[in-house]
């Protein structure tokens, strides 16, 4: 079992539609959640992170975090053209943890917003 | 403010051949790291530097894979030899706190035929 699994997809939606994006993790020692969002012939970029579990909030991106069912998500609202990517979730452990600093990915999921 | 630059951008070798990759972290960033991402999975960590010294190499084959730092800022991966299965990009990153918040360069897509 991966340590971090993820739907990749691929997934296909209208412009304007809220997309949502899901991962599961296995190790209870990761406390801080990632995702990063990585364009074609690009290097992933750090896109938004969560601390243990709740829900934050940037623009159109909200990223949740359950620990208890060990579930991650991201909503895109009023998704546009220009998101089109694949999306990565992360997890790392604590300071002073062996794991921390150490982001262990899902495999991604492609995302396409079409006009 | 510079990114992470990688060179080269693009390598195709052969099978049993040697292939190196380079890599010049964003100023300041104590934090290294070289990932592998084969086509569809997400990057998997290959070694990790703090400096010049090696935080975590627990992924990387050491058989046929080695990387340095030698003066605590540009670093390089080398592949010898090359297997097929080593077809990927190859990923640098670098942190300033050495934490989630890593900034990575564009890869080196290699092809080993």
């Known amino acids: 079992q991966k340590e971090v699994e993820q739907d990749p997809g691929p997934l296909s939606v209208p412009e304007g539609a809220i997309v949502s994006l899901n991962c599961t993790y296995s190790?209870?020692?990761?406390?801080?959640f990632m995702w990063y969002r990585q364009y074609s012939r690009k290097g992933p970029e750090l896109l938004m992170y969560?601390?243990?579990?709740g829900n934050k909030e940037d623009g159109r991106f909200t990223a949740q975090v359950d620990k208890s069912s060990k579930y991650i998500s991201l909503f895109i609202r009023d998704s546009q053209p220009s998101d089109s990517a694949t999306y990565l979730c992360?997890?790392?452990?604590?300071?002073?943890?062996?794991?921390?600093?150490?982001?262990?990915f899902g495999q991604g999921t492609i995302l396409t917003v079409h006009p | 403010e510079a990114g992470v630059a990688q060179s080269p951008r693009y390598k195709i070798i052969e099978k049993r051949q040697s292939v190196a990759f380079w890599c010049n972290p964003i100023s300041g960033h104590a934090t290294l790291y070289w990932y592998q991402q084969i086509l569809g999975q997400g990057p998997k960590l290959l070694i990790q530097?703090?400096?010049?010294?090696?935080?975590?190499d627990s992924q990387l084959p050491k058989d046929r894979f080695s990387a340095e730092r030698l003066k605590g800022v540009d670093s390089t991966l080398k592949i010898q030899p090359a297997k097929l299965e080593d077809s990927a990009v190859y990923l640098c990153?670098?942190?300033?706190?050495?934490?989630?918040?890593?900034?990575f360069g564009p890869g080196t897509r290699l092809t080993v035929t």
């Open positions: 992360a997890t790392s452990g604590n300071a002073g943890g062996t794991s921390y600093g150490k982001l262990t």
């Open positions: 190790n209870s020692a990761f406390q801080y």
């Open positions: 969560t601390y243990s579990s």
């Open positions: 530097f703090q400096n010049n010294g090696v935080v975590d």
């Open positions: 990153a670098s942190s300033l706190r050495g934490n989630y918040e890593q900034y």
